[in-house]
């Protein structure tokens, strides 16, 4: 019975309670440091990462090889996040432009654009290397 009669510990809890959140209401009103993201960067990896996966078993080849511009640019375009522009250019071997209309979502949004090219080769019985070089802009980084 000794236990219930004494407050002390109650208090300690309460004190122990309040203290902690003063803490954390202090702690909220720090602002956090800002990151400046390398958008480049991010840019660049993500590029690559779209042209693996679209030429996973060679679907990006047969693409440009059907010549199916549309389909290759609504794949490119649904990869991609809707703030990203985009421009992709088709090649030939001897760099010579196969796309008959720029696939692209848009004008340039902003004064960072990157360029990254990417081969690939057709699979079917003519052996065709083509130069896909796609070009990408966040919407709003300057």
């Given amino acids: 019975?000794?236990?219930?009669?004494?407050?002390?510990?109650?208090?300690?809890?309460?004190?122990?309670?309040?203290?902690?959140?003063?803490?954390?209401?202090?702690?909220?009103?720090?602002?956090?440091?800002?990151?400046?993201?390398?958008?480049?960067?991010?840019?660049?990896?993500?590029?690559?990462?779209?042209?693996?996966?679209?030429?996973?078993?060679?679907?990006?080849?047969?693409?440009?090889?059907?010549?199916?511009?549309?389909?290759?640019e609504s794949s490119v375009e649904s990869a991609l996040p809707l703030t990203t522009w985009f421009n992709l250019t088709v090649f030939d071997k001897n760099m010579n432009v196969i796309n008959p209309f720029p696939l692209s979502n848009a004008g340039s949004a902003s004064d960072k654009v990157v360029s990254v090219d990417y081969v690939c080769t057709s699979q079917n019985g003519t052996f065709a290397i083509y130069v896909l070089r796609l070009q990408l802009s966040e919407v709003g980084s300057n």
Avoid at 15 to 29: G, H, Q, R, T, Y
Avoid at 33 to 57: E, I, Y
């Fill in 1 to 72: 019975m000794k236990i219930l009669e004494d407050n002390r510990g109650v208090a300690r809890v309460i004190e122990a309670f309040l203290a902690s959140m003063l803490l954390m209401s202090c702690l909220a009103f720090i602002p956090t440091p800002t990151q400046t993201s390398d958008s480049t960067g991010n840019l660049v990896s993500t590029a690559q990462n779209l042209f693996l996966s679209l030429d996973s078993n060679g679907h990006l080849a047969a693409l440009v090889d059907n010549r199916n511009w549309n389909t290759l």
